[in-house]
Nanobody
Framework: QVQLVESGGDLVQPGGSLRLSCAASGFNFPIYHMAWYRQAPGKQRESVATITNGGSTNYADSVKGRFTISRNNGENAVYLHMNSLKPEDTAVYYC???????????????WGQGTQVTVSS
């Protein structure tokens, strides 16, 4: 029932811009923290940007100043606006929803299917 449906991945030239979207369903979206991860070939998966249920954001140093994460709780959606794209941004980008249930000490993670972003001339 839980779904994270991503869209927006594309082939773009260096210096270009792209917006990734993640549509969530099947869970109480507003109370979840959200994040974008990426994994390039031969590299570890890394957190790109996070946004809490309260709207606080955090970014990896490699994308700070270029990427912006946002959320729309009314639409159950998270976005990643990417500007000044570089070839090293090429990766599969994943949408992630997570929360921590304090009463049970449990963590919950949901993942999207991933969308390919390729930055190349």
């Amino acid at each position: 029932q839980v779904q994270l449906v991503e869209s927006g991945g594309d082939l773009v030239q260096p210096g270009g811009s792209l917006r990734l979207s993640c549509a969530a369903s099947g869970f109480n979206f507003p109370i979840y923290h959200m994040a974008w991860y990426r994994q390039a070939p031969g590299k570890q998966r890394e957190s790109v940007a996070t946004i809490t249920n309260g709207g606080s954001t955090n970014y990896a140093d490699s994308v700070k100043g270029r990427f912006t994460i946002s959320r729309n709780n009314g639409e159950n959606a998270v976005y990643l606006h990417m500007n000044s794209l570089k070839p090293e941004d090429t990766a599969v980008y994943y949408c992630n929803a997570y929360r921590y249930a304090s009463l049970t000490g449990s963590s919950y993670d949901y993942w999207g299917q991933g969308t390919q972003v390729t930055v190349s001339s």
